[in-house]
């Protein structure tokens, strides 16, 4: 219904298709990234495309996995482009001061950032399909069309970033999730 | 469990980044002018093509005609009711309009001080934004794409220049003073506040009637009120409360609203006054600045807190030298070092006079880095100096007053 609203213009069924995913697909472009300037202009490229096109979205579809798609995407060209050219600081376009100190901009805690530096020591492909999982609770279906690939591929992937991350992981974290 | 879930709950539970209160509230305006231009182009079309296909099928042809009635129905019951006032009608209004000038009061010290504000509404959409607040504490003028920030007290004047000037940055500034400006800004409140509320009252002294909202919004602590008139459709009154029962004198209180009146030029021009120190959003310092933020943003505090304090040192006096020494503080926070932390913090904070929200920052973090220390006298101190610190501000307040009390209730509960 939200979509439908979505698609004849409504712009408080926009608002609570932003309120609901922001944090998720924020999380999602860090854990892809390790980069909050650029996971704000991911998730924020992402959202005005979405709310420009509008209505080429297709009801069925899960918006969730569309969103984060569309982050995967959009953090494939940012990884692109950061590995295609070595720019100088000057030419890059660097954030305002104001708005990304360590009091604005993105918020995580501690053992958040070792999460995201973790994930990012995984090869991207392997990246993506632990993020898409744990974060936009996606199926290796779904993230085997994404990427192309067989669907034994992206679990082999899967369990080769979760044995990674594991290893990498060990000891720094709490545990707090096995209780 | 299997060998893998532990990760994967770790991930999944605590891989948790949110968006900063000004960041969501600066992608949403980004994204609300995106959904506008959609809905300017796009939304007729989509009617059209539900009518194409609701005229090919006779069910669908009698179940639409039988929607419409009731529809319309609803808005002739609605509008037999109540007085006919929208949102939508006070953005259209506004939209209309050339130039808006607004008087009204901020907290200044122990009282209160005057500012004005006048803006020139771009009647095309590539017109450019001109601005002036002026206030005992400062002048911001907004010339297009460039933006002067006067600090009269330190006698500054930050330039800020560049292509990223002509979306919403600098009306958000703005709107921080006067949120009830530019129709944007209130469209965002009706989608934002939680408790939106809106009786019809009649002006005693003119006799008109009279839309008073009152709305709050929870994650910055902030509450609003403000008055339309009906014909007009013109906001007549704004005022706001750094809290969110609207208690106490408000944060600032816009008593005068002049639209259309004949602004002369001079106004939106800005002379660098006399012996003024500048700082151009490019220099030296600022470029060491974002790459300290950057090595921030990457985690990277002990390399962080060195390029912070090193633009403090090349540039004490500008507005990145002060800023920076709150991130020293922030940084050895964040490396546990907590004496480092207290020591930045309390050197940071005679520099904050008024400036923004630095100063409630600044005792915030002092707050807390005591209260990790231990030292819950110390820690009670610093988080009332940072809700008394708040009240001096014309600012939206922030989520810090409330998480402050919380901390105090929790120090005196001990």
Known sequence: MLKLRLRFGSRE??????????DSLLSLAMGLLNDAGAAEDVVQDVFVAFARSADSLRLHKSLKGYLATAVVNRARDVFRSRHGSRTSINDVDLPDVQSRGPHESVVYGEEARLLIQALTKLPPEQREVVALRAKC??????????????????????????????????GELNDETNR | MRPTDDVFNAIKKKLNVTAGTDLRRRLWADVLNAHEAFRSTRRLSVWLSVGRMTMRDHRRLVTAAAVLLIVLAAICLDRGTNVAWSMDQTVAALQHLKTIHIKGTTPFQSGRTDFECWMELPTKKMDPIRMRFEEARGVIVVQGDVAYYWLRQDNEVQIKHGPQLADLKFWYRASEFSPWCTGKVLEILKLFTDDWQQVVQTDPNTGRQQVH??????PSGTSLSF???????????????????????????AHT??????????VFEFEIPAGAKVVTEGSETNVLMRQANGLWEGGNYAEAVEAFRQVHKQSPDSFEGKLALLHVGACHYRLGQLSDAIAAFQNAIPLYS??????????FDLGRAYLDQGEKEKALEAFEACLAADEERPNLGSGRQRKAREYIAQIKGD
């Open chain 1, 137 to 170: 609770d996606m199926g290796f279906k779904e993230i085997a069309r994404l990427q192309g690939v067989s669907i034994s591929t992206v679990q082999g992937r899967y369990r080769y970033g979760i044995t990674k991350l594991r290893s990498l992981l060990n």
């Open chain 2, 354 to 363: 008024w400036r923004d929200s630095w100063l409630e920052l600044a005792y």
């Open chain 2, 257 to 266: 609203f002049l639209y259309d009146e004949n602004v002369p030029d001079k």
């Open chain 2, 227 to 253: 008055v339309v008139d009906v014909e007009t459709k013109l906001v007549q009154r704004g005022q706001m409360w750094s809290n969110l029962q609207r208690e106490g004198d408000p944060g600032l209180d």
């Open chain 2, 213 to 218: 909202v009152i709305c709050s919004y929870r």
């Open chain 1, 13 to 22: 069924a926009l608002r609570r298709i932003y309120e609901k995913h922001l």
